[in-house]
Nanobody, 124 residues
Framework: QVQLVESGGGLVQTGGSLRLSCAASEHTFNKYAMGWFRQAPGKEREFVGAIDWNGGATAHADSVRGRFSISRDYARNTYLEIHNVKTEDTATYYC??????????????????WGRGTQVTVSS
């Protein structure tokens, strides 16, 4: 069982930056691909970014490419850097883990583990 805890959310003004973090409990963290998803009020949860088990491959949604960047370290942490935030980035951001990078990228309903989310609110 992998437990994921997100942090770093909060209130930010448009054009600002922030970094979300996800801490994993599992000592075999490096066996999992990691991802970030978000859900805005009244909308479905959507894919934001993914990174494979060793950081060799990453993917980002078209809507955030160039402003968002996913990364991971060897201490069980996964990060989402967000730059030039926009009001449409307001959402709850969720960290996810799965043995399959492909699943993270294409099949969120099949993803094995989820965090509880961290709220990001962008003010204009």
């Amino acid at each position: 069982q992998v437990q994921l805890v997100e942090s770093g959310g909060g209130l930010v003004q448009t054009g600002g930056s922030l970094r979300l973090s996800c801490a994993a409990s599992e000592h075999t963290f490096n066996k999992y691909a990691m991802g970030w998803f978000r859900q805005a009020p009244g909308k479905e949860r959507e894919f934001v970014g993914a990174i494979d088990w060793n950081g060799g491959a990453t993917a980002h949604a078209d809507s955030v490419r160039g402003r968002f960047s996913i990364s991971r370290d060897y201490a069980r942490n996964t990060y989402l850097e967000i730059h030039n935030v926009k009001t449409e980035d307001t959402a709850t951001y969720y960290c996810a883990a799965d043995p399959s990078y492909h699943t993270i990228c294409t099949a969120q309903t099949a993803v094995a583990y989820w965090g509880r989310g961290t709220q990001v609110t962008v003010s204009s």
